[in-house]
């Protein structure tokens, strides 16, 4: 089994509707939309719903004031400046905690002098197993505001894996995140090969350099792809220059098409426009890459 | 000897998980007596993160000296190196044929994590 | 006054929006890039570098002489980033949050603190703006204490601009914390929509005040219009989908210096927050 995930660096570069297109060309292949931040890809694939399952990540501390002793030990405990203090003077004040802010570390509940914080685990979203046309789907929606988003993205993943294995798919797709960080560390470790989508501008070339060293740094074989390249050609080949340098593959190049926009508008693949040259160069872009993939 | 085992199943012939860090359970075998028992890790799917290092300190908290999996990442190599656990990879596809390897000395010792782990 | 540029979906425009904004003031403005994965913002202003400064975490260091392994450190952390088994426990410094837990809670005091480090932050000052960005290294999965590091940098003299990360989660909540204003950027498509909707969900948790600025008017629909009015949230700004605009972006150049005919909707934007700030202050008290 092969996983094939899509990510970008920099937002907004066409991730989401290539891997929507790539949906509807491989052969009955698992998706997964691990961008829970802004999780876009249903809006394409329209996915039916089959499970949810509730996620629960970390622990957030929670100060029952009934039994607080107004001694203010957990600020002064507190790394992450969560704790709150309003009124005035030591033994007038009032100690909350600010949920966005505590980092679940638990200092604050073995420190208070007398056992006044719980401690509960977080509620911070849920996962989804859905079918769409192109084949089953796991997603996912992290609420408003809250941590842990690798977490998710990994059991996104590996909920991706044992829908494969179970009904022998050989291809999971990945939506990625963008960014280097948390989320997109949790996307790509361990996939079969990355595909970077980037741009022709100063930002897409930066952020691509930034995602190529982060993919060597965990040895995981990479593809590139220039999305909207007719917009700045010489900058077009530099960034394929750069990216063959740092080991990565130029697999193919997109050109700017008013129709991707027009398809997301419908709510559906752009390959579903057969006149649309972003299409023609996709099918092109999918030939290189299952030949790409392969071989890794 | 206790030896601990990834596994999704409750019995020999369950398939070996290839899974360590996020293995839902383990089969703790003992050559001693040739009996085992299953040791539930679920919840260690709940775990912020760490899930390697978590299921090698729940492998230590069993007893047992040795590991036989799939995959092992560098954190729960680690983790598993200093409390001297040892840490065997196989392909095998139960937990029966896993054993048996191990008895006629055909699996080898992991020499290092061979998947580069965080998180997954 | 502290103002920040954010939105739920990626490439919509933050950069673009803080960086002319920050030029277009022609006052001594701070630009403070948040977006410490993928700073982009120094690629627009040509500047000189004034400071670079190395970024650590605290991670916790054991004194294997005095101590006797009895794990009080592994069994508290929230992390796994410290685990003992009856020896010197061995520690996973890349999964520390920082909190001191184990220090504190550790009876023989056989551990103390030493640094890693996460990322640098640089100052440039480019003409009247002083850009301020943070740079985490590749593999570092913990952005939120490099933000902190560059929101200490915020000074009290000048207006403050920061251009918040995509996304709704812990790194833009860490640069959203105790601004002022928040302008929303998205672009008037579905995708761009959706990820409006919870990014608008976030502000309104924070309690922050806010409005939209739609990016590339014209291309799209008027859905995200739609949904603003039904919302009763104020587009504050429209930037038309203008191929020159696309153009000079891709070679690094600023609209407002490319386009001067752009410059007088970005001074009359920061006017127009002003006032907002004024009108939601008594509500904020």
């Known amino acids: ?296 | 000897m206790k030896i601990a085992f990834t596994v999704s199943g409750d019995t020999l012939e369950a398939p070996l998980d290839s899974r360590f860090g996020r293995a839902p359970k383990f089969l703790v075998y003992d050559l001693d007596n040739a009996s085992f028992e299953i040791v539930d890790n679920e919840q260690n799917l709940n775990a912020a993160q760490g899930a390697g290092i978590q299921s090698a300190q729940k492998v230590v908290e069993t007893g047992s000296t040795a590991v036989v999996t799939g995959h092992c990442g560098p954190n729960a190599f680690r983790a598993l190196n200093a409390a001297s656990v040892k840490i065997y990879t196989s392909e095998a596809s139960t937990v029966a044929e896993a054993l048996a390897l191990y008895r006629d000395g055909k699996l080898s010792e992991a020499g290092g994590s061979d998947v580069e782990g965080h998180w997954v | 006054m502290i103002l920040a540029v954010a939105s739920g979906k990626g490439g919509t425009g933050k950069t673009t929006v803080s960086a002319n904004l920050a030029r277009a003031l022609e006052e001594k403005t701070q630009l403070l890039d948040c977006d410490v994965e993928e700073p982009n913002a120094h690629l627009f202003l040509h500047g000189k570098k004034l400071d670079s400064t190395t970024i650590n975490i605290a991670v916790p260091k054991v004194d294997a002489s005095i101590c006797t392994g009895c794990n009080a450190c592994g069994t508290f952390c929230e992390y796994s980033a410290i685990i003992s088994f009856g020896k010197a426990p061995i520690l996973f410094p890349e999964m520390c949050h920082g909190c001191g837990g184990c220090m504190k809670v550790c009876p023989q005091h056989a551990i103390t603190e030493s640094e890693k480090r996460i990322g640098t932050v640089e100052t440039f000052q480019s003409e009247n703006i002083t850009l301020v960005h943070g740079r985490i290294d590749v593999g570092v999965a913990m952005a939120p204490p490099l933000i902190n590091a560059v929101k200490k940098c915020i000074g009290s003299d000048m207006p403050a601009i920061l251009d918040a990360p995509p996304g709704t989660s812990c790194p833009v909540i860490t640069t959203l914390r105790k601004v002022d204003y928040v302008l929303l950027v998205t672009e008037p498509t579905p995708f761009g929509l959706h990820d409006l909707s919870l990014a608008v969900d976030m502000v309104r948790e924070l309690s922050i005040p806010f409005s939209v600025i739609v990016n590339r008017v014209g291309i799209g629909d008027e859905r995200v219009h739609t949904f603003c009015q039904q919302e009763d949230i104020p587009i504050i700004m429209e930037i038309p989908d203008d191929r020159r605009i696309a153009e000079a972006y891709s070679r690094g150049e600023l609209m407002v210096d490319a386009l001067p005919e752009y410059k007088k909707l970005f001074q009359d934007l920061f006017e127009k927050i002003k006032k907002e700030i004024q009108v939601n202050a008594p509500a904020l008290n």
């Open chain 1, 1 to 296: 089994m092969k996983e094939l995930v899509i990510i970008s660096g920099k937002g907004g570069t066409g991730k989401t509707s290539l891997t929507a297109a790539f949906a509807q060309l491989a052969d009955n292949a698992v998706l997964a939309d691990c961008d829970v931040d802004a999780a876009d890809l249903h809006l394409v694939l329209a996915p039916n719903i089959k499970e949810r399952h509730d996620f629960y990540s970390g622990h957030a501390a929670i100060i029952r004031q009934e039994d607080c002793a107004k001694c203010g030990a957990c600020l002064a405990h507190c790394r992450f400046d969560a704790v709150k203090m309003d009124g005035k003077g030591a033994g007038n004040a009032t100690f909350t905690i600010d949920p966005v802010a505590c980092e679940g570390c638990g200092v604050c509940v073995r420190f208070c002098p007398v056992q006044a914080i719980d401690f509960p685990e977080q509620l911070c979203g849920e996962w989804m197993i859905s079918e769409t046309d192109y084949g089953p789907m796991t997603h996912a929606r992290l609420n408003t505001a809250a941590e842990n988003s690798g977490k998710l993205v990994a059991t996104v993943r590996r909920e991706a894996k044992k829908l494969a294995e179970a009904n022998e798919h050989s291809l999971i797709i990945v939506d990625g995140p963008p960014g280097i960080g948390c989320p997109v560390i949790a996307s790509v470790t361990g996939a079969s090969l990355v595909l970077a989508v980037t741009e022709p501008t100063v930002s897409g070339q930066h952020d691509l350099e930034r995602v190529l060293e982060l993919t060597k740094h965990f040895k995981i074989p990479t593809a590139v792809c220039v999305n909207k390249w007719d917009i700045n050609e010489a900058m077009t080949q530099q960034i394929e220059a750069r990216a063959q340098e740092a080991g990565a593959i130029p697999a193919g190049r997109i050109r700017y098409d008013i129709a991707v926009t027009k398809a997301q508008v419908c709510g559906k693949p752009v390959l579903m426009f057969p006149e649309s040259i972003a299409a023609q160069d996709i099918n092109a872009l999918w030939t290189r890459i299952q030949t790409i993939i392969s071989t890794s």
